[in-house]
């Protein structure tokens, strides 16, 4: 390590350590100042031994999550940027953490969370044991709605030697045309679920290699589950790691660990997450851990409550829901999700906008008109809307079906709680964006219904 590296180290170290003292964020600055006084600071650092890289559209931040806790379970010391800092200047800014002062590293292993457009930045200076990829998807308009492009992006990152770790159930994401060494993970029908033909967005209409329509053997959502070319016969590849079922009784998912029969302790019972979770597995097993100290380490996994939380007062049960704003994919889960989960009364109170004080919104209202809404149309008794998009929000949703009657405009935090009937009983969900900022917003609301049933 070079004289300049090794100041650059001990200068934004020492940036970051102060910062931190003076409760300030260093999950960003930290890595750019290191970038300014190094440009190959990247290249330059003396990096963990294994380093577990994730991308994708959906669910990088819950899967990366999942790896650092099982590793810390598994007793690996490991460096993560689970934060959430996820470009170039925050990936720096976390492997500064790895680093010595005066250089050398002290980590066994790095999960990193890389952005999908910032893979053809990151990649090129990391050397990474393994990549997964979670899914691809449109996403926000601005940015990176054509998601072919992106996929190509993500092709022209990536390195001979990168083991691909990949969703077999999706067509786009799996189907790279690169020549890395690729294992695929997969989730069967296991919740008897119905499929969703009526999507608004379908990334994969037509075959990828003749142009054909493909035939849906099972359609999920959008473009992923089980798939053929009628023509060519492109489809599915075969899965290496396969979630075949769920056992009730036990709350274990059966896999199928490339022909072995095994049972892990399932994470969260949604299928994302299941996906989510079975993706940890594949990259754990194919790093040479064995089946029994992973499901060890997986048992004490509970996703974080700043993104999944049920709480139960009185005769209303609270469920707080973090999802990604303006990702038409994403929210449009969430309201799936909430479409099929049990409950004699549900409202949503929906938390649909950017509350950092110095954001200017610039986008394009058409995200809302994206959101799968009819699949609630029969299903919730009432959405509180609390957002500055409330315009596009409700006719959005009027649009899908949803009786405008059940849609209400709130003015403020407060105005919330007069909408709500607390005599009867009910499921509130409360979705709301992934930052700070709006966290701690859902968690006010959500406090303040359970003074208001206390009381």
């Not at 608004?200 to 589950?225: T, V």
Request: proline share 2%; with cysteine.
């Amino acid at each position: 390590m070079n004289i300049k590296t090794r100041f650059t180290i001990f200068l934004t170290k020492s940036t970051k350590a102060l910062m931190r003292i003076l409760n300030k964020p260093a999950t960003y600055f930290p890595g750019y100042l290191a970038e300014k006084l190094d440009k190959d600071i990247l290249k330059n650092l003396d990096t963990p031994n294994k380093i577990y890289g994730i991308t994708g559209t959906n669910g990088k931040t819950t899967s990366s999550n999942i790896l650092a806790d099982t590793l810390d379970n598994l007793g690996v010391s490991y460096i993560s940027n689970r934060a959430g800092a996820n470009v170039k200047v925050g990936i720096i800014s976390s492997l500064l953490d790895a680093n010595k002062l005066f250089g050398g590293n002290n980590k066994e292993s790095a999960v990193l969370e890389i952005d999908e457009l910032w893979t053809k930045k990151v990649l090129k200076d990391v050397k990474l044991t393994s990549l997964t990829i979670t899914n691809l998807s449109q996403d926000y308009y601005e940015r990176n709605a054509n998601i072919f492009y992106v996929r190509k992006r993500i092709e022209q990152a990536i390195t001979p030697g990168v083991k691909l770790i990949l969703n077999a159930s999706d067509p786009i994401s799996s189907d790279l045309d690169v020549d890395n060494e690729k294992v695929y993970y997969d989730v069967l029908n296991i919740f008897n679920e119905k499929e969703r033909r009526d999507s608004k967005i379908n990334d994969m209409i037509y075959c990828p290699k003749c142009s054909s329509k493909i035939e849906w053997k099972f359609n999920r959502y959008h473009h992923y589950g089980k798939f053929i070319c009628p023509n060519c016969g492109f489809t599915n590849p075969q899965a290496d790691y396969i979630v075949e079922s769920f056992d009730e009784t036990t709350d274990k998912l059966i896999v199928n660990d490339r022909g072995d029969i095994v049972e892990l302790p399932i994470v969260q019972k949604t299928i994302e997450n299941v996906y989510n979770q079975i993706s940890i597995y594949a990259i754990l097993r194919e790093d040479g851990y064995n089946h029994e100290d992973i499901a060890k380490a997986m048992e004490k996994i509970k996703i974080t409550e700043d993104r999944y939380m049920i709480d139960k007062v009185g005769n209303k049960e609270i469920i707080n829901l973090n999802q990604k704003l303006y990702n038409s994919v994403s929210i449009s889960r969430f309201y799936d999700n909430i479409s099929k989960y049990e409950a004699k009364r549900k409202t949503i109170i929906a938390l649909s906008q950017n509350l950092e004080s110095k954001y200017i919104d610039h986008r394009s209202p058409g995200w809302a008109f994206e959101i799968d809404f009819q699949y609630v149309t029969d299903e919730v008794d009432k959405i509180i809307i609390l957002s500055k998009h409330y315009p596009e929000l409700v006719l959005a949703m009027i649009m899908s079906g949803i009786d405008k009657d059940k849609i209400i405009v709130a003015k403020d935090e407060e105005d919330i709680l007069t909408y709500i009937v607390f005599s009867k009983e009910e499921t509130i969900f409360i979705t709301y964006d992934i930052f700070k900022e709006n966290i701690a917003q859902a968690n006010r609301i959500a406090n303040m219904i359970k003074e208001k049933v206390r009381d």
